[in-house]
């Protein structure tokens, strides 16, 4: 870090990842933003600095460095549990003497405290968060664990092992494997029941999975899909619901899949295919997709009883919407989830669904993703990710009929931002005055009257209207 840099981050005072501290600070001082950086987000601690005045009173003699960062150490090592990792520590000599530069980075991992507190950071304070919001923390850095505990009152009188009968054929089917072992050997394997004592004991998974009435231990436990004719909720375009609260994971996942895959068949969109000529009749989405959406959301959600709800599917006229609670495991985030490997939030629950053959192998879900939607004859965008509060939200998106005609657009009396602006549409799907403006920098007047251009041509057409109206390859 340059000293002009140092300048500017001291001028602007504190921020989300930003903390000013004396140079006489307490250990115990210095550790709160260790913590809260390590818990929060990426963030500098700068030691040296007066954080209500900014003014800097920095280091003058060796001895006031050595005392400086010997406080540092002890900060990270005996006042933060674990310790905080403090080995990048930047010495920026000032005019008003040398200023410390801590680099904390965020664990997605750890979830760390000091002095018996979870603190996290908020602007510019270091705050003890809700116990809900400790709770979903620990959820994220993957803590909770919920699948591995023993289910209360439950015994092994629970367990329908006719359900494992059925495994042991569709994990050969899937995997190509044999399982090899009795029943209990099978469950033990798959972290299904624990010994307690005497007695082998069924875990959340052995429940979720095989048990005989999973909704009896677990109310929150289904899949609740709600269906509408339009683009919003709308309880005038409803048209209907499907709630799924019986069986085992793996047949809720394939009733939800049925009854939307039942629904999509009767709305099939058509398409000319181009290597016979011929009219046929496709599915609007990928049905692979939408099975390990689903199958995706039963795997990675939270089912730890802090969180107060089940996963439900809105199924709009132009998206289906997928909610499962629990937001993504560090590092993960929607802008990354196609290229960071993904991690398990319920090991012993992914395999047990992956022998099913409803869940792709750790890290496969996405490539499945975009394999199904380049194979699809309109080639629909990937599906997208939200997270919202405590939810993950997995948003699909349908094949328009529209891109079918893409291929046989003529660019004959089109100028060279038209012909721009048809490749534009072609990747993203379309195109708004705003943008189109933005991109060849002209006026609205213009990007308006070329627009509408390529709409008396029929080459494009208009979605929404005002200030949502966008271009479409028509």
């Given at each position: ?30 550790a ?43 900060a990270?090592?005996?006042?933060c ?5 403090v ?84 994990y050969?089917k ?5 399982l ?32 005989k ?42 009733e ?11 709305e ?35 089912y ?9 599917i ?161």
């Open positions: 870090m340059t000293k002009s840099e140092l300048s500017r981050l001291i001028k602007y005072g504190e921020s989300q990842t930003v903390s000013l501290k004396a140079l006489r600070s307490k250990p115990s001082t210095l709160r933003p260790m913590v809260s950086f390590s818990n929060t987000n990426d963030g500098l601690l700068i030691v040296g600095v007066d954080d209500k005045t900014r003014k800097i009173h920095g280091v003058k003699t060796t001895k006031q460095r050595e005392e400086g960062l010997d406080n540092i150490h002890k990270a090592k005996q006042c549990q674990p310790n905080v990792d080995s990048k520590i930047e010495e920026i000599e000032t005019p008003d003497g040398m200023v410390f530069v801590v680099s904390i980075t965020k664990d997605p991992d750890e979830v760390y405290v000091t002095e018996g507190a979870v603190l996290v950071r908020k602007g510019t304070m270091d705050v003890k968060p809700s116990n809900y919001d400790i709770q979903l923390l620990f959820s994220k850095r993957n803590k909770l664990k919920f699948e591995e505990e023993i289910v209360d009152s439950a015994t092994l009188e629970d367990i329908d092992f006719s359900r494992i009968v059925k495994f042991r054929k569709e050969f899937n995997r190509k494997k044999r090899s072992g009795d029943d209990t050997n099978i469950l033990r394997q798959f972290g299904c029941i624990r010994r307690v004592g005497k007695k082998d004991v069924p875990t959340v998974t052995g429940i979720l999975c095989f048990g009435i999973p909704r009896q231990f677990f109310s929150l436990d289904y899949i609740h899909i709600f269906r509408y004719g339009a683009p919003e909720k709308d309880s005038s375009a409803k048209i209907g619901d499907n709630y799924i609260d019986s069986g085992t994971l793996s047949e809720m996942i394939s939800a899949y049925e009854y939307i895959t039942d629904g999509l068949n009767k099939l969109i058509p398409y000319k295919n181009p290597d016979t000529g011929r009219r046929e009749y496709i599915p609007k989405y990928p049905y692979l997709v939408i099975r390990e959406a689903i199958a995706n959301a039963v795997t990675h959600r939270e730890h009883p802090f969180v107060k709800n089940g996963i439900d809105l199924w709009f006229s132009d998206r289906i919407e997928i909610l499962n609670p629990g937001l993504l495991l560090d590092p993960i985030t929607p802008e990354n989830i196609y290229m960071v490997r993904n991690k398990q939030r319920n090991p012993n629950i992914a395999g047990i669904l992956t022998g099913y053959g409803y869940a792709e192998q750790i890290g496969e879900g996405m490539q499945l993703f975009k394999r199904e939607c380049n194979r699809h004859p309109l080639k629909p965008k990937y599906p997208e990710y939200r997270e919202w509060v405590d939810t993950t939200v997995t948003v699909l998106h349908p094949a328009e009929v529209g891109v079918q005609k893409e291929g046989r657009i003529s660019f004959e009396g089109l100028s060279e931002r038209q012909k721009k602006a048809i490749e534009y549409i072609k990747k993203k799907g379309s195109v708004s005055n705003k943008e189109y403006r933005n991109i060849f920098k002209i006026s609205a007047a213009t990007a308006k009257r070329e627009l509408q251009d390529l709409v008396k041509k029929k080459i494009c057409k208009t979605r929404g209207a005002g200030p949502s109206l966008k271009y479409i390859i028509g």
